[in-house]
């Protein structure tokens, strides 16, 4: 079984069996993105982001034609972002009341990419639209008319020196439209504002009727840290990327254009983006959704299970009417209902699921169904595969050796702790490795657990009342924003594996400390 990205690849999302087996968040409208009201998708990785992308974007505009997908992480990969930064992030003056700084603008360079993305459509489907003056000049700016408008980097973005760029052609036709700057008066070639030539080609499009509904996706806004530069870098090309998918929907909508512009973005990305400023975390609040499953009351009818349900039957075909839970599950794993063990083993996740019954899948290939020794006998390498994701998120704002110094802190301590036993943990473990000392010099363990606690690897598993017998837990999945670091916290059961955590003594036994 694999999980919805990669079964768009596979399949693709005209694939029937896409449809018919999507599963709708509960916290989701697809109308509000229908209705323009929300544009951005936010998320944990194996959240859903990427298949209610393709989904919404196939429900705007079923027809492949006049719809496309970018990916930021796989289309744009670093020797790109290179030449980007170089050739057009307009430099600026960055202020705040700590700091004043230097930063990289990529807003107009983004405005641009996403139109080229829709001029290439109107292009190779001409049927999309009417013909007429509008959509000639808006091709016709862009450069798609097959003239040399520009020299072009990136196969789509106006050589820029700073914030200006050099026409080198249609001169009579740019001069209604920008303000031009000839070096004399028998200048062949002249400059203009970049910002401005944007603007001109975003008014043409404006003009444009649609008779078809243009649908753009752009996916896998991650970020990673490789070097505190290259790191800054991405942030500030991710926030202005958000920017110009937000401008140009609000121009969209004022105009009634049937123009649709949708983003998928890492929730921990918006997180990183934050300090830099310009309001991003309100941006992607206010005009998008956060995929979430923990609505829903665990029971066999939870959607995620649910999925699995949808999943199984797509596999065998129209011909199955049965229940694929009852019929390929065993109602209780080692005494514990199968709602509860598989729900609670993971982070309330469509992917997690997914690898759960893969892994089973495929060790045993002969069983006929997903029995207790085959979940049982498969953990180490599900729990295994569940902590490299976590790392794989951490590394959204950490350095390799950070994570790792994470890992080897958290490596063999005890389900459940609190805040001073990691931090003692932590020293002792400082004392044979290098890493985790300078680790613990720049960075503290209350932090790192908040940090865990938002990608679900820790919660809070504490006792109240008078006399000590109310259980508390609480996890960022069950919609428990904050972790109470005061309290006692726990690692997530579908990682303890993976990182040896020693189980409590028994209550009354000897030894302990008691709290």
Same mark, same amino acid.
């Given at each position: 079984? #694999?999980?919805?990205?990669?079964?768009?690849? *596979?399949?693709?999302?005209?694939? %029937?069996?896409?449809?018919?087996?999507?599963?709708? %968040?509960?916290?989701?409208?697809?109308?509000?993105?229908?209705? =323009?009201?929300?544009?951005?998708?936010?998320?944990?990785?194996?959240?859903?982001?990427?298949?209610?992308?393709? !989904?919404?974007?196939?429900?705007?505009?079923?027809?492949?034609?006049?719809?496309?997908?970018?990916?930021?992480?796989?289309?744009?990969?670093?020797?790109? =972002?290179?030449?980007?930064?170089?050739?057009?992030?307009?430099?600026?003056?960055?202020?705040?009341?700590?700091?004043?700084?230097?930063?990289?603008?990529?807003?107009?360079?983004?405005?641009?990419?996403?139109?080229?993305?829709?001029?290439?459509?109107?292009?190779?489907?001409?049927?999309?639209?009417?013909?007429?003056? $509008?959509?000639?000049?808006? +091709?016709?700016?862009?450069?798609?008319?097959?003239?040399?408008?520009?020299?072009?980097?990136?196969?789509?973005? %106006?050589?820029?020196?700073?914030?200006?760029?050099? /026409?080198?052609?249609?001169?009579?036709?740019?001069?209604?439209?920008?303000?031009?700057?000839?070096?004399?008066?028998?200048?062949?070639?002249?400059?203009?504002?970049?910002?401005?030539?944007?603007?001109?080609?975003?008014?043409?499009? $404006?003009?444009?009727?649609?008779?078809?509904?243009?649908?753009?996706?752009?996916?896998?806004?991650? #970020?990673?840290?490789?070097?505190?530069?290259?790191?800054?870098?991405?942030?500030?090309?991710?926030?202005?990327?958000?920017?110009?998918?937000?401008?140009?929907?609000? /121009?969209?909508?004022?105009?009634?254009?049937?123009?649709?512009?949708?983003?998928?973005?890492?929730?921990?990305?918006?997180?990183?983006?934050?300090? *830099?400023?310009?309001?991003?975390?309100?941006?992607?609040?206010?005009?998008? #959704?956060?995929?979430?499953?923990?609505?829903?009351?665990?029971?066999?009818?939870?959607? *995620?299970?649910?999925?699995?349900?949808?999943?199984?039957?797509?596999?065998?075909?129209?011909? !199955?009417?049965?229940?694929?839970? $009852?019929?390929?599950?065993?109602?209780?794993?080692?005494?514990?209902?199968?709602?509860?063990? *598989?729900?609670?083993?993971?982070?309330?996740?469509?992917?997690?699921?997914?690898?759960?019954?893969?892994?089973?899948?495929?060790?045993?290939?002969?069983?006929?169904?997903?029995?207790?020794?085959?979940?049982?006998?498969?953990?180490?390498?599900?729990?295994?595969?569940?902590?490299?994701?976590?790392?794989?998120?951490?590394?959204?704002?950490?350095?390799?050796?950070?994570?790792?110094?994470?890992?080897?802190?958290?490596?063999?301590?005890?389900?459940?702790?609190?805040?001073?036993?990691? #931090?003692?943990?932590?020293?002792?473990?400082?004392?044979? $490795?290098?890493?985790?000392?300078?680790?613990?010099?720049?960075?503290?363990?209350?932090?790192?657990?908040?940090?865990?606690?938002?990608?679900?690897?820790?919660?809070?598993?504490?006792?109240?009342?008078?006399?000590?017998?109310?259980?508390?837990?609480?996890?960022?999945?069950?919609?428990?924003?904050?972790?109470?670091?005061?309290?006692?916290?726990? +690692?997530?059961?579908?990682?303890?594996?993976? +990182?040896?955590? /020693?189980?409590?003594?028994?209550?009354?036994?000897?030894?302990?400390?008691?709290?």
């Amino acid at each position: 079984m #694999v999980d919805g990205k990669e079964e768009f690849f *596979l399949d693709g999302v005209d694939d %029937p069996n896409f449809h018919s087996i999507f599963l709708i %968040p509960e916290n989701v409208r697809i109308k509000d993105f229908v209705d =323009r009201a929300v544009y951005f998708i936010s998320g944990f990785r194996g959240t859903g982001k990427t298949s209610l992308l393709r !989904y919404t974007l196939a429900e705007i505009q079923p027809d492949s034609r006049f719809r496309a997908v970018s990916l930021f992480k796989s289309d744009i990969p670093e020797e790109k =972002r290179i030449r980007l930064s170089k050739h057009a992030g307009a430099i600026i003056a960055e202020h705040d009341s700590i700091k004043m700084g230097i930063a990289q603008d990529f807003k107009s360079a983004w405005t641009w990419f996403l139109l080229d993305q829709i001029g290439q459509i109107v292009l190779k489907a001409p049927e999309c639209s009417i013909s007429g003056k $509008s959509k000639d000049d808006f +091709l016709r700016i862009l450069g798609l008319n097959g003239e040399a408008t520009f020299k072009k980097v990136l196969g789509f973005l %106006p050589k820029l020196s700073g914030a200006n760029v050099t /026409i080198g052609a249609d001169l009579d036709f740019f001069k209604g439209k920008v303000d031009l700057d000839f070096e004399n008066e028998r200048s062949t070639k002249a400059t203009a504002s970049f910002s401005e030539v944007v603007d001109a080609a975003i008014a043409c499009l $404006s003009q444009i009727e649609f008779k078809q509904k243009i649908a753009i996706g752009i996916d896998e806004l991650e #970020v990673f840290f490789i070097a505190a530069e290259q790191y800054k870098r991405d942030l500030c090309m991710v926030r202005d990327l958000i920017f110009a998918v937000d401008r140009l929907n609000r /121009i969209f909508r004022a105009t009634n254009q049937n123009i649709y512009v949708i983003a998928s973005i890492r929730r921990e990305v918006v997180d990183a983006i934050g300090p *830099l400023g310009q309001e991003v975390t309100r941006v992607v609040h206010d005009r998008g #959704v956060s995929i979430s499953w923990h609505h829903a009351q665990r029971s066999l009818s939870h959607p *995620l299970i649910d999925l699995i349900r949808k999943k199984i039957g797509a596999a065998i075909g129209p011909e !199955y009417k049965g229940d694929a839970i $009852s019929d390929f599950f065993d109602s209780k794993i080692d005494g514990e209902d199968l709602d509860a063990f *598989l729900l609670d083993r993971s982070f309330y996740r469509p992917r997690d699921l997914m690898w759960r019954l893969t892994f089973a899948q495929k060790a045993f290939p002969s069983k006929t169904k997903f029995d207790t020794h085959a979940l049982k006998d498969t953990e180490n390498d599900y729990s295994s595969q569940l902590w490299s994701e976590i790392e794989y998120e951490l590394s959204a704002s950490l350095s390799t050796e950070e994570v790792s110094a994470i890992t080897s802190i958290f490596s063999g301590i005890k389900r459940l702790f609190f805040l001073d036993d990691l #931090v003692a943990v932590g020293k002792q473990k400082a004392t044979y $490795s290098k890493n985790v000392e300078s680790f613990l010099n720049s960075h503290s363990l209350g932090d790192v657990c908040n940090m865990l606690y938002t990608h679900g690897a820790l919660g809070n598993d504490f006792r109240t009342g008078s006399t000590g017998n109310v259980s508390r837990n609480r996890w960022i999945f069950r919609g428990d924003n904050v972790l109470l670091v005061d309290q006692r916290m726990t +690692l997530n059961p579908s990682i303890r594996k993976a +990182l040896s955590a /020693i189980d409590q003594r028994k209550r009354g036994s000897a030894g302990g400390k008691k709290r």
